[in-house]
């Protein structure tokens, strides 16, 4: 199909592990705000729900948006094959 390479992109080791360590620091910290709240348990467990349901919906977000976007890159190449495939079979010297 093509011979143009194809790049990958991956990030790195210390990229992934400040990010999971952001994570960490920033859900415990609210945790620990939660926890140490001067409220009622009902007030601190309905934060806590709160929290939750945000950090599950942020997860689901990006993955909707990462499927989209490779969603995005296979319909691309689909059609860059398509548009090698014609030019590959176009001959400019036949007769119409």
């Known amino acids: 199909m093509s011979d143009s390479p194809t790049v990958k992109q991956q990030s790195t080791a210390a990229f992934y592990g400040q990010a999971v360590l952001s994570f960490g620091v920033a859900l415990g910290a609210v945790a620990l705000g939660i926890f140490f709240l001067d409220a009622d348990a009902w007030v601190r467990a309905?934060?806590?729900?709160?929290?939750?349901?945000?950090v599950t919906?942020?997860?689901?977000?990006?993955?909707?948006i990462r499927d989209r976007?490779?969603?995005g890159r296979i319909?691309?190449?689909v059609d860059q094959a398509r548009l090698e495939k014609i030019l590959a079979e176009h001959d400019p010297f036949q007769k119409l």
């Open 75 to 77: 319909l691309s190449r």
């Open 57 to 64: 919906s942020c997860f689901t977000l990006a993955k909707v």
């Open 46 to 54: 309905f934060l806590a729900i709160g929290v939750l349901y945000l």
């Open 69 to 71: 976007q490779e969603e």
